[in-house]
């Protein structure tokens, strides 16, 4: 009689985030009251899966400061209009509703 392969359990979503958190100084793996696991430097939320039932899978939250914040936007909003503005690869177009009459 053959073994049927042993089932595979997925990878632990936040085990990579743990194990990168975990070589910073004064970084904890602590425990929400949800269960679910999160890093926490000198007390503060630092990093942690997003629990909401809208997140997708495996989605991670990172605290970020108010300027890197701002910086990211401010680059995702440029991408966007270059992907959107038809000169993209794809050549879509985003128009309002207003733009359309």
Not at 16 to 42: C, F, H, M
Not at 47 to 72: K, M, Q, Y
Not at 77 to 92: K, N, Q, T, Y
Request: glycine share 10%.
């Amino acid at each position: 009689m053959k073994r049927r392969p042993k089932k595979q359990e997925p990878p632990d979503g936040f085990e990579i985030v743990r194990a990168v958190g975990l070589t910073l100084p004064e970084v904890e793996v602590t425990t929400k009251y949800d269960g679910s696991p999160v890093l926490k430097l000198n007390g503060c939320f630092m990093a942690g899966l997003a629990t909401h039932p809208s997140a997708e899978p495996d989605t991670l939250v990172v605290r970020v400061g108010c300027e890197e914040r701002e910086w990211r936007q401010g680059r995702l909003r440029r991408a966007l209009r270059r992907a959107l503005d038809g000169s993209g690869p794809f050549g879509a177009k985003l128009l309002s509703q207003e733009g359309m009459a």
